[in-house]
């Protein structure tokens, strides 16, 4: 590791070697355990303390960039959710957190899910260790290059939102997600009708930013998705890994994270995009 961080107490469970990684199999573990306690307790009275951190790669001792770290059953007074990404040094700072045990959820697609309770406290920085899936990583980057390369051969304006942009909106679904983006909207495709009228009521049509209404064609994991934005409607941002608005041509077309891992592992050929 690099040298001490000022003002923060290193907390780190002993190691486990390449035997006891085997023994698991495969499941995540973390290399951060201050004293398991029921996620039931009632959290500490304190002031709220930023809680800091950083994931690594298991085998490579590598900083794992985009890990998206959440406190779950654990809310603000607000109600707001409390998570955090890391950064390309793999570090998190998570502000306004309550004291006391938390479970703590770290996930990133080509790694296992970590779950571990914490008992967070003040002035604390802590070291998490997640499992990686080689094949599953490789085979992400090789598939993101290709979809990447197939908008660009397009002679239309895209948008492209990415797993992390999406996880910071973590209670929204895909189309709640789309409406509140800058220059983007849902809009009723008759907007004539009066206001009492159902029709009225539902934004099924898609408005971007120097173009007219338009109902557009929904793609999930590249096949048709009659449902339309309703049926983005019905999808958790959680669980999706990638969502492209190809403005012109009326598309949007969503990538679930369990997709792109099944197509990273076992490739197959790109679908053209028709317009």
Not at 4 to 12: D, E, F, L, M, V
Not at 55 to 69: C, F, K, N, P, S
Not at 127 to 144: D, F, M, N, S
């Amino acid at each position: 590791m690099d040298g001490a961080r000022p003002n923060a107490a290193r907390t780190r469970a002993g190691a486990l070697s390449r035997t006891s990684l085997a023994r698991v199999a495969g499941s995540a573990m973390i290399a951060v355990l201050v004293g398991a306690a029921d996620v039931s307790a009632q959290a500490g009275s304190v002031s709220p303390v930023t809680f800091s951190g950083e994931v690594l790669d298991t085998y490579r001792g590598e900083r794992v960039e985009g890990a998206i770290v959440r406190l779950e059953g654990t809310v603000r007074p607000d109600g707001s959710i409390i998570l955090g990404v890391t950064d390309e040094t793999g570090r998190f700072d998570i502000p306004d957190v309550p004291t006391g045990p938390s479970q703590v959820l770290v996930s990133r697609i080509g790694y296992a899910d970590l779950v571990q309770v914490l008992d967070i406290r003040d002035g604390q920085f802590v070291e998490i260790a997640v499992i990686p899936k080689p094949i599953v990583l490789e085979g992400i980057e090789v598939y993101v290059d290709r979809l990447t390369t197939r908008l660009r051969e397009l002679p239309y304006l895209t948008n492209t939102y990415d797993e992390t942009a999406l996880r910071f909106a973590p209670d929204f679904n895909v189309a709640q997600f789309l409406h509140s983006q800058p220059g983007f909207e849902f809009v009723p495709c008759f907007e004539d009708l009066s206001t009492t009228s159902p029709f009225a009521q539902r934004r099924d049509c898609m408005r971007t930013r120097g173009t007219t209404p338009q109902r557009p064609r929904v793609f999930l994991d590249d096949a048709p998705a009659f449902g339309g934005v309703q049926e983005l409607a019905t999808l958790p941002t959680s669980e999706v890994y990638r969502v492209e608005v190809i403005r012109g041509c009326g598309q949007i077309r969503v990538y679930t994270v369990t997709y792109v891992e099944g197509i990273a592992v076992r490739p197959r050929p790109l679908i053209p995009i028709v317009c």
